[in-house]
Antibody, heavy 125, light 107 residues
Framework: QEQLVESGGALVKPGGSLRLSCAAS????????MNWIRQTPGKGLEWLSC????????YYADSVKGRFTISRDNNKKSLYLHLSSLRVEDSAVFYC??????????????????WGRGTAVTVSS | SYELTQPPSVSVSPGQTATITCFGD??????ACWYQHKPGQSPVLVLY???RRPSGIPERFSGSNSGNTATLTISETQAMDEADYYC??????????FGGGTKLTVL
């Protein structure tokens, strides 16, 4: 069974940092581009970042570029998102998701076909 | 930045057809995807490339995309279809956009 499980969400103070993890199972993790998406109560789903199957290429939404860093360890079948300089408005449920196809020109043209259940991050003093 | 607009809510009676729309400038020129999201669960891809269904998605789910509007149609709607539905498009490696979501209520 293809599965993604996020972890690492926590309560953190503004300006703080956090690392989220996503453990994959049931599919050849190293063959796929992987993504992070967040959901806030007021704004719905927001795509944050993508990393190529090898980990050599990364993409970021303008809203998080420079503050969030995506990475992966194919040996551990794990995806990561390092969050820094956190703001109250970064509070959200963070999801990892698989992209069956990711084109440099058109992005995930086949959508995001496997998602985790999410991990909650709350930024508050 | 590109924006997608969905109605906040749609209601349908069991057995009837539900139609959820997604509006964006020249949306028909892009490939739209649709996701189903139930509380506490993982989002599920129900359509990609406007009308293609992933393995395991019932034929009751269909889609179209033309002009400025993409449409998700759920025929013979069942109680289990009650969920939030999101449209999504991407037109570059860093422009992946979701609509605001539509809450489908099966009355």
């Amino acid at each position: 069974q293809e599965q993604l499980v996020e972890s690492g969400g926590a309560l953190v103070k503004p300006g703080g940092s956090l690392r989220l993890s996503c453990a994959a199972s049931g599919f050849p993790f190293s063959a796929y581009y992987m993504n992070w998406i967040r959901q806030t109560p007021g704004k719905g789903l927001e795509w944050l970042s993508c990393i190529s199957s090898s980990g050599k290429t990364t993409y970021y939404a303008d809203s998080v570029k420079g503050r969030f860093t995506i990475s992966r360890d194919n040996n551990k079948k794990s995806l990561y998102l390092h969050l820094s300089s956190l703001r109250v408005e970064d509070s959200a449920v963070f999801y990892c998701a698989r992209a069956p196809i990711y084109d440099a020109s058109t992005g995930p043209s086949y959508g995001l076909d496997v998602w985790g259940r999410g991990t909650a991050v709350t930024v508050s003093s | 930045s590109y924006e997608l607009t969905q109605p906040p809510s749609v209601s349908v009676s069991p057995g009837q057809t539900a139609t959820i729309t997604c509006f964006g400038d020249q949306l028909g020129d892009k490939d739209a995807c649709w996701y189903q999201h139930k509380p506490g669960q993982s989002p599920v891809l129900v359509l990609y490339q406007n009308r293609r269904r992933p393995s395991g998605i019932p034929e009751r789910f269909s889609g179209s995309n033309s002009g400025n509007t993409a449409t998700l149609t759920i025929s013979e709607t069942q109680a289990m279809d009650e969920a939030d539905y999101y449209c999504q498009v991407s037109d570059s490696s860093t422009s992946v956009v979701f609509g605001g979501g539509t809450k489908l209520t099966v009355l």
